[in-house]
């Protein structure tokens, strides 16, 4: 069984507590896409992870795979194994030898790359992530296999470092890259990860085989896939279900479900046009009591109502199972609450999300209303009938206008914060 967690927005809405909820019933959990971009929060008791690598399944003592569409900094992975060493956790992990790793003068391009575009910048996390898919893409790039044969390795370095020395230099950028510091800096990598290095497809497609239970884990949000995402303002990587296959090396036909994680509203880290977006108290209110600052970063996000141009976008290209709904208890105690259905442009209506930026910022949203709901105790709401009517009705216009069923509602970090109306593992 192979079952899919893909955000259905700008990322950040809660993947990782309901990749949690699903990485217990799961015999691996693997990342198929991005880098230490991400930011996966979970909480278990009074204990609270932050992981960026690491696929969520860590504290379950998982088996646990970075496949070959993840770009990788081996300092940061490493920082991760042994934080959760000390925790307690022995991470049983694999990295796919035809991973590719973020070398240093990817961290700095990255920088360098962001000044140089100016109202195009998508305000990465400044990790150099889209440099290093750059290099993968014009095949500059250094996989894990490399690493392993030092010969090759320092035969990349010896091509590749020069190159990027003539880039810093015609910048005017005050970097002197040291081809044997990397070297060495990338030997001591080795060594440690030499072991967790393998063909993760034979590994993945052989666990399907024999029955295992697979999580697959995405980063990000649908709206910031390189493809499908508001580009020039997206990450450099395909976050929809589509890079699961290119990113993990297993057959679309293997794939057995797929959830949409879907915040109850919309929030933004990053650059680019946002029509549903609040700036006034309510959006201060939302990102006050939603904790919304960036897990990488720290910089505060940009909230608003839920968009469910945005959302339904994302359930046309993923033709999710379900939704997962996460948040919704930031609504608690607002008066009113309004969902976007569609956008307004120059007297159209727009129900699908356009691709050209200029028309996307000057959509009007158009909104339908709903009675807010007071705080009431979440621990006796058994299903969506017993829900506070003002929610029901909320949660019924979601799922009618997305076509979609909603199979979670999270109302909180915690675990048992989670209201659970179909279990996905069983129902696919
Ligand atoms: P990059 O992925 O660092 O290249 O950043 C590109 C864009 O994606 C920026 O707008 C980032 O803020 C955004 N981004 C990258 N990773 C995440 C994430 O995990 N959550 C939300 N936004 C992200």
Redesign the pocket.
């Known amino acids: 069984m192979l079952l899919a967690i893909i955000g259905s927005q ?3 809405e809660g993947k990782g507590k309901v990749t949690d909820f699903y990485a217990e019933k799961s015999d691996i959990v693997v990342r198929f896409q ?1 880098g230490n ?3 996966h929060t979970i909480v278990v008791g009074d204990k609270t992870y932050k992981f960026h690598l690491m696929p969520s399944g860590a504290v379950h003592k998982k088996s646990l795979v970075l496949g070959n569409g993840v770009v990788i900094d081996p300092k940061v992975l490493i920082e991760e194994i042994e934080r959760l060493k000390k925790d307690g956790f022995n991470p049983d992990i694999s990295i796919s030898d035809r991973a590719n790793i973020i070398m240093p003068y990817h961290r700095i391009l990255d920088g360098i790359e962001e000044k140089m575009k100016g109202s195009f910048a ?6 150099g ?2 440099p290093c898919y750059s290099d993968k893409i014009s095949r500059f790039g250094i996989r894990f296999s490399d690493l392993l044969d030092t010969e090759v390795f320092k035969e990349k370095l010896n091509l590749i470092v020069p190159i990027k020395q003539k880039l810093f230099d015609a910048f005017g950028e005050d970097v002197k890259l040291d081809i044997e510091s990397i070297y060495n800096e990338y030997m001591s990598y080795r060594e440690y990860l030499k072991n967790y290095i393998k063909d993760t497809s034979v590994f993945l497609n052989n666990s399907y085989d024999k029955g295992s239970n697979i999580l697959m884990e995405g ?3 649908a709206h ?1 896939d390189i493809d499908h995402g508001i580009y020039p ?4 990587s395909n976050t929809n279900a589509g890079g699961i296959c290119t990113g993990s090396g297993i057959s679309p036909n293997k794939i057995n479900g797929i959830v949409g994680v879907m915040k109850a509203y919309t929030s933004r ?3 680019g046009p946002f029509p549903a977006e609040l700036n006034d108290k309510e959006g201060e209110y939302l990102r006050e009591k939603g904790r919304e600052f960036g897990t ?1 970063t720290g910089r505060p996000r940009r909230c608003g109502w839920l968009d469910l141009v945005l959302v339904n976008y994302a359930c046309l290209i993923n033709n999710f199972s379900a939704l997962a709904m996460t948040k919704i208890d930031v609504l608690t105690g607002m008066k009113k609450i309004k969902i976007c259905y569609a956008y307004e442009y120059e007297g159209k209506i727009l129900h699908h999300f356009p691709s050209n930026m200029k028309i996307l910022s000057k959509c009007k949203p158009l909104y339908k209303e709903f009675d807010g709901w007071e705080e009431f105790d979440w621990m006796k709401v058994k299903d969506t009938k017993s829900l506070p009517k003002q929610i029901y009705s909320y949660v019924d216009y979601i799922e009618k206008q997305t076509k979609t069923p909603i199979c979670m509602i999270s109302f909180g970090p915690k675990r048992d914060e989670t209201l659970i109306l179909n279990d996905v593992f069983r129902g696919v």
């Open positions: 700008w990322g950040d991005g971009n991400a930011g998508a305000g990465t996390t400044r990790k992530i889209g980063a990000q949000g910031l303002f997206t990450t450099s880290v990053g650059e990488t």
